[in-house]
């Protein structure tokens, strides 16, 4: 089994006006282009006006925590359906 790759871009949300921020999750680049994204854990989100949700390349991100190298996600499985 491969060691977890880490990830390509780290997920922050940025409140507009208040300045607050923070890492919510981590990004992976599949070999087609496509993004796969996972939220941090105990994360929700929710809509709300003035709050952005931004990927930074890992080299590029603000300083901040970093999300533990896990596994990229991989097709769904029933262990994952909550039901």
């Not at 880490?6 to 992976?28: C, E, M, N, Q």
Request: hydrophobic share 35%; no cysteine.
């Amino acid at each position: 089994m491969n060691p977890p790759r880490p990830p390509d871009f780290r997920l922050s949300i940025k409140h507009r006006v208040t300045g607050a921020s923070g890492t919510v999750g981590a990004a992976w680049k599949d070999d087609r282009g496509f993004l796969n994204i996972r939220l941090n854990p105990g994360v929700v989100l929710s809509w709300q006006d003035d709050v952005y949700l931004n990927l930074f390349p890992v080299e590029d991100a603000p300083k901040g925590r970093m999300p533990r190298a896990v596994s990229p996600p991989g097709p769904p499985s029933d262990d994952d359906i909550p039901f």
